[in-house]
């Protein structure tokens, strides 16, 4: 899986001060799973070392000056964003990592001035270009990465992200969709009821489509439901709906124990590793295969840990 990254936060050392900010979550965790495609938009424009740079807005437009000769460098970022942005659109990533504050790279957390005020925090001149371009596209800052919860929705982006994009590539007939479909359910209704529901009735097509457009339309939809953040709310609810499955299996007391985790979970007491870990156990016991097939119950490597913190839940 290819992932364009911030030079830096790779450790490169190639901020302003040639200097780099290794992640470590993102190069000795992700990094086992991910091949990085790293980019420096202010590099390319400025070289490294180089003097600081701010973004100002005169008449509406974005200008950027260094801040300490007050040299106009504008069009030379410009270049080097143009150029990085053709490198990234001919390259199969399927996200986009972002390092925070930066003003080239930074996702809501860039300083704006007006002269010499500041102006609030908005997007990087690069983030922006990136968003413009990459559209229902998993893309984070490493800052907000940081956050158990945000983490746990960008990297099961990514994935579910990544297995669309090799899908696409494969697909060639109605019951390969309606497979791929039913193995997204539970984690598509822990994202937006709605959208599971109209990926539904794409999937049945009721209305004799040709397959191209079926499948066209199913995957664009597919990656705008699985850019919405989960909550816990919508978890719990897939939860109870799997518990459902051993309804016929499980004693009134061991029924209570299930009900009983998911209840600690959604009271933020326990994980939502240690209920998925009941249900996978409990799935394999009683041969289920229609949940051990869902994507919710594995979206992504185990050994990230992502559903270990109580906090991942919202
Ligand atoms: S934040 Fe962006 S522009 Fe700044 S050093 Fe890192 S990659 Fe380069």
Known sequence: MLVAISSC???????????????????????????????????????TPRQTIRIVLEDGAKKVYTVFSKEEVTCKMQD???????SLLSQPICGIILKSKSPSCGLGSTKYYTKEMGEGKKDGLFALTCKEHFHDFPIE??????????RENFVMHLFAYEDA???????TKLSELIAFHTSYKFLLHSKSEKHYRELGRIVANHEKHSFNNVYKNYLMLFRKAIALKGKISKTV?????MSGFF????????????????????????????VMSTIEFLAKKYDIHYLLEQKFLNPYPKDLGLRSSIQEGK
């Open 237 to 241: 609810n897939v939860l109870e709906h």
């Open 247 to 274: 309804k016929h299996e499980l004693s009134p007391i061991e029924k209570q124990e299930l009900h009983g985790q998911i209840t600690e979970f959604q009271a933020e007491i326990i994980p939502l590793i240690a």
């Open 80 to 86: 080097a964003m143009q150029t990085e942005l053709e």
């Open 141 to 150: 800052e490493e800052a907000r990465l940081n956050d158990p919860w945000l």
């Open 165 to 171: 994009m090799q899908f696409e590539k494969r697909v």
């Open 9 to 47: 936060l790779l450790g490169n050392p190639i901020r302003y001060d040639a200097t780099g900010q290794r992640d470590r979550f993102l190069t000795d965790k992700l990094g086992k799973y991910v091949t990085f495609l790293p980019f420096c938009p202010e590099h390319l424009a400025l070289g």
